[in-house]
């Protein structure tokens, strides 16, 4: 398992170039990258805060679950903090498993973990002010078929 939590920028491709460089043992890598989206053309920044111990065990606890639930031979959670732009990348999963099945359903689990669990803390700025983005009832509804 690789979990990152950071401040820097990365670059997608070559995480995953990387994460599956050498893999002969999976037949599967399926990888999710968000970006900062500005869904009505005015957010500035979004700044993202969070507990740093916390949050590493917290991802680190669910990536752990999905390896053992899907058998993945391996995981990869990158998630970003402090001020991104729009567009910029805010964070990427990717699952590695023997069946392409494992890989989608373990990467989409801890896409819905991370929107909906995960111990950060998101604010908006735009050109009217600042605003904490707010849990949303369709990332719930997604989280709530994995039990």
């Excluded at 599956?20 to 999710?32: E, L, P």
């Excluded at 990258?33 to 957010?43: I, P, S």
């Excluded at 989608?104 to 735009?126: G, I, N, Q, V």
């Amino acid at each position: 398992m690789h979990i990152r939590v950071q401040p820097e920028q990365f670059d997608a491709g070559a995480e995953l170039n990387a994460f599956a460089q050498g893999r002969s043992d999976v037949g599967a890598v399926v990888s999710f990258t968000g970006v900062v989206r500005d869904t009505d053309g005015d957010l500035r920044e979004m700044l993202i805060e969070h507990y740093p111990g916390m949050t590493q065990s917290a991802i680190t606890k669910i990536a752990q679950e999905a390896v053992d639930r899907w058998v993945l031979a391996d995981c990869l959670v990158i998630h970003r903090y402090g001020s991104l732009k729009p567009g910029e990348p805010i964070m990427m999963v990717a699952a590695a498993a023997a069946h392409r099945a494992a890989s989608f359903e373990a990467a989409d689990f801890l896409m819905d973990y991370l929107k909906s669990r995960a111990p950060f803390w998101k604010k908006e700025l735009t050109s009217k002010g600042a605003d904490w983005v707010a849990a949303k009832g369709e990332d719930e509804d997604a989280l709530n078929r994995w039990r």
